[in-house]
């Protein structure tokens, strides 16, 4: 199986490379209690008499770095997400929006910011991550809440460089702007969320402007000097630079609901941090016992999507309890529906849906017959990362019964097999277990069609681990199955 895990282990090691430096209590230099006096004389000074928006409108970064990408953001899922350019101070930028509902309404929505250094958007959404680091997001459209994921300055071939929580502030102003302008959002209604380093531009963000309606930032840090500055792109020498992009020297500005919320055993040591610096009743702060910096997500985010769509006055009406946190983290895990796409094989009148993110690799040899394998390009510990189909295309010799003799032979090798109609065509249908030369043991959904001579297999496979739980995701592809014209 082909893989892409080192995008997501790059991912992983960043995040974890930023809340190591805290959360493990590494200790600063000598001399460390004088520097905090003069880094509080320095953020005195530019906090003197002006906002955040104030300062940060009027601060110059000086970059001693021009990091950008050219990575391409791939297509998204027809009429779930539109791939769209919002205006920035620096230019058009990126993002996937969700595509207009088509009922004339006014609809909530949220930008959500993922974490990482990085300022470009791929296929995240539409990924099936394990319910111990769901990065995603994706509680919040599954859950009807619209949702935008923007790029910012130099990611995606964007205008711009990195500014490492600087530049990219005003990118997340310019993404309100541009979602406030769609005819099917609420512009009263649109929120802003991120995670870890967007954690801290979704603080910082809501320090500069209180457009949104709330904020949910999770793992976000107070003050980013003793982080990873590995991915720092400005001056380091100067103390102005790391105070803009530190949340905790601005928390006073904080005029926007918002909800700071950390596992234990991840960067928990800013978020007590950020609470003792502050007695603003805006900012509400919640630390999860048992949880780390990624566990909180997929159970936490499914909660803030119906505090979403539960607020529907016209002033904000959250509130969050610590009571209603712990019981979500007990929250059995949830196996999200997967986004489909169709594939067809025009030559042969058929097409099926399978997860939109997997692989469709044609296999088909010289010697006749077609074949395809369809995979995940990633290997998350869950079904849709972990599963596979392969698809064969073939004709028997004239006169035998190949559907019979199949559900015989599947029989012997201890299948379950049955007569089932699929596509509106004869086939059968049948459940066992392969073993793989490697001795690993695989449950097996199999099911061949006949139509005008021509059979159709579909060999499912999932490792036994997971028992019956991916059987929905191969019945939504079987169920998904339509013939037109003649087979040859």
Not at 70 to 93: I, M, Q
Not at 313 to 333: F, K, R, W, Y
Not at 357 to 364: A, C, H, Q, R
Not at 412 to 423: F, L, R
Request: aromatic share 12%; charged share 20%.
């Amino acid at each position: 199986m082909k893989t892409r895990t080192w995008r997501r282990y790059a991912a992983f090691l960043l995040a974890f490379l930023m809340l190591s430096g805290t959360a493990c209590g590494i200790p600063g230099p000598a001399g460390t209690d004088t520097k905090k006096e003069e880094d509080k004389d320095q953020a005195s000074k530019l906090q003197s008499g002006h906002s955040f928006a104030q300062a940060h409108d009027a601060f110059k970064t000086v970059l001693t770095r021009q990091d950008s990408d050219s990575d391409p953001v791939p297509d998204p899922p027809e009429g779930l997400f539109d791939l769209v350019k919002y205006p920035s101070k620096v230019g058009d930028l990126a993002a996937y929006v969700s595509s207009d509902p088509g009922d004339g309404e006014k609809h909530p929505m949220i930008i959500w910011v993922v974490g990482g250094w990085g300022n470009g958007i791929d296929d995240f959404p539409f990924c099936y991550p394990e319910w111990d680091n769901d990065q995603t997001g994706s509680a919040f459209w599954q859950s009807g809440v619209l949702t935008m994921y923007p790029s910012f300055r130099g990611g995606n071939g964007n205008p711009g460089y990195y500014e490492a929580l600087f530049g990219e502030v005003d990118d997340i102003v310019s993404a309100y702007e541009y979602a406030a302008s769609l005819p099917y959002v609420d512009p009263d209604r649109i929120y802003l969320g991120g995670h870890s380093t967007g954690g801290t531009r979704a603080l910082l963000a809501s320090e500069y402007t209180d457009k949104f309606r709330a904020v949910f930032a999770f793992g976000p840090v107070d003050e980013i000097k003793y982080h990873n500055n590995s991915q720092f792109t400005f001056d380091m020498d100067s103390e102005d630079e790391y105070t803009m992009r530190s949340p905790i020297h601005w928390l006073a500005d904080v005029k926007t609901p918002t909800f700071l919320i950390e596992g234990e055993d991840g960067n928990s040591a800013n978020l007590k941090k950020i609470q003792e610096a502050t007695e603003n009743e805006n900012i509400h702060c919640y630390i999860m016992e048992g949880a780390d910096h990624f566990s909180t997500l997929a159970p936490l985010t499914r909660l803030v999507a119906d505090k979403i769509l539960a607020d529907t006055g016209e002033t904000v009406n959250i509130s969050v309890t610590q009571e209603e946190l712990d019981m979500a983290m007990q929250a059995e895990p949830v196996i999200p529906t997967p986004v489909m796409k169709q594939v067809a094989i025009d030559e042969l009148g058929v097409a099926f849906s399978c997860p939109f993110i997997w692989n469709v690799e044609d296999t088909s040899s010289q010697e006749g017959g077609i074949s395809f394998s369809l995979y995940s390009p990633y290997e998350g510990e869950n079904i849709w990362d972990l599963a596979s189909m392969y698809v064969n295309i073939f004709t028997v010799d004239s006169g035998e019964d190949y559907l019979t003799e199949m559900s015989s032979y599947l029989a012997e090798q201890g299948y379950t097999a049955e007569d089932a109609a699929v596509g509106g065509q004869n086939g059968i249908r049948a459940v066992g277990q392969m073993q793989s030369d490697s001795g690993n043991v695989f449950r097996n959904l199999y099911t061949l069609v006949e139509k005008d001579g021509v059979f159709y297999e579909f060999d499912f496979y999932i490792h036994e681990d997971f028992g019956e739980d991916a059987d929905s995701l191969c019945q939504a592809m079987i169920d998904s199955i339509q013939f037109s014209g003649d087979g040859q």
